[in-house]
């Protein structure tokens, strides 16, 4: 659904002058520097101190696979060795005791699935929920880099799937924001050129993700959820055996009939166009009746598979909704 004009209050300009928007945010247009904004805010949440991460993952685990990943050198016995390290063939020629030592691999595979279909181009107050999805994924992506760990995309648009390869080095987020930001400004022209037709969605790539990321990954789901079928539940259920997933649900007030406007709109959704008239407390019931059924739908089916949900709307800016969880 597609709110055709903002609401008069828009607070994006109080928002910027409250430092949580970077000063270029225009709400619509992505650009580079209100991206790289978020990584200022990346290490705040990291441990010691209580993370976004066990908010968000119900405890992100450590990034520390375990012994025996990469084997590094071999040294003489020493006393509390692990006896099941030693090298008998080291020993058998020397004579004496050998420990094979390894180094811990610290690199945990983060996978964004970032939703960019028509219906998170929609925006009634501060951002459009697609610019609130990058927002978000640009904060967990610096996140991670900033815990030692390597972070990946598969952006999904209404012209197809692009995967991005996780890295773990500051230069090459910075190309990776840079290429989700040209698919998310291309994607907002299509969508404002072709704004009386509604594209059919791409499939949620589930089958790429199973191909890219390495058993134990991270996957977090960053999508309004508007689009979900029998087939997407029964495939990321599979997925859910061999890796923590969390998602995000971002969501426009408007959708919950929370506006302050009155009067009469043009507004898109998939089977067409209506005009709704807002003053009537009856339309805004009807709009938060609506949004809560498939609210609860898409709970339902993640909660049963074991996914951790939460939402954050794109009508206030992201760093003031996770404000409370650094306490």
């Known amino acids: 659904m597609i709110f055709r004009n903002q609401p008069h209050n828009n607070p994006l300009t109080e928002a910027i002058q409250d ?37 968000l993952n119900g405890s992100h685990q450590s990034s520390t696979k375990g012994r025996g990943m990469t084997f590094s050198e071999v040294r003489q016995y020493q006393p509390g060795d692990d006896i099941r390290q030693i090298d008998w063939r080291v020993t058998a020629r020397t004579g004496k005791a050998h420990t094979k030592l390894f180094t811990e691999e610290h690199e945990k595979p983060v996978f964004l699935l970032i939703d960019l279909a028509q219906s998170l181009f929609m925006g009634s107050e501060l951002l459009l929920k697609s610019v609130q999805v990058c927002h978000m994924a640009s904060l967990l992506s610096w996140m991670a880099i900033a815990n030692g760990d390597r972070v990946g995309m598969l952006i999904r648009t209404s012209s197809g799937i692009v995967e991005i390869k996780p890295t773990n080095v500051t230069k090459n ?24 037709k509604q594209a059919t969605p791409q499939d949620w790539p589930i089958s790429t993700l199973k191909r890219v990321c390495p058993k134990g990954s991270d996957i977090i789901l960053l999508s309004d959820f508007s689009t979900q079928t029998d087939k997407f539940e029964s495939s990321l259920s599979a997925l859910r055996q061999h890796h923590a997933i969390r998602a995000i649900q971002i969501f426009d007030p408007l959708e919950v009939g929370d506006t302050d ?29 609506a949004f809560i059924a498939k609210q609860q739908r898409v709970e339902d089916q993640l909660t049963t598979m074991g996914i951790p949900y939460s939402q954050i709307s794109c009508g206030s800016p992201l760093l003031k909704q996770l404000n409370g969880i650094q306490q």
């Open 173 to 196: 987020l910075l190309g990776m924001l840079q290429q989700l930001i040209e698919l998310h400004n291309a994607a907002l022209l299509q969508c404002c050129d072709i704004h009386d």
């Open 19 to 55: 430092g949580f928007l970077a000063s270029s945010c225009q709400g619509a247009l992505l650009t580079i520097e209100e991206l790289v904004h978020y990584k200022t805010y990346s290490k705040r949440w990291l441990p010691p101190a209580k993370s976004l991460w066990s908010q």
């Open 261 to 289: 406007y009155r009067g009469t709109q043009q507004v898109i959704h998939g089977n067409g166009s209506s005009l709704l008239n807002f003053s009537l407390s009856s339309t805004r019931k009807q709009l938060r009746a």
